[in-house]
């Protein structure tokens, strides 16, 4: 996986928005629906289109301190990627 610029700054595919299922936060996405919970929500709910990749990894890092920063940007660039193939995020 070629590593997301800096700059990179995530926000819903068109056709995608936040909804809800009960009391939980969904994903809405043309072919269906996703829930989020624990990081994940936390890694979506910046990804804004106005926050960059390097901002949403500091703001990440400081609310989940026990995780290094490197260990962060892997994982919020795996996720990403993962939803990106999934035509739910673009950068």
Not at 15 to 30: F, T
Not at 31 to 48: F, H, K, N, P
Request: hydrophobic share 40%; charged share 30%.
């Amino acid at each position: 996986m070629a590593r997301l610029a800096d700059s990179a700054r995530p926000r819903f595919a068109a056709g995608c928005r936040w909804g809800s299922q009960g009391e939980n936060r969904v994903v809405l996405y043309p072919e269906g629906m996703l829930r989020v919970r624990a990081t994940g929500l936390s890694i979506l709910s910046l990804c804004d289109g106005e926050r960059t990749i390097e901002q949403i990894v500091a703001a990440l890092s400081e609310r989940y301190p026990g995780a290094g920063p490197l260990r962060m940007r892997e994982d919020v660039e795996a996720f990403l990627e993962a939803l990106r193939q999934k035509r739910i995020v673009d950068y």
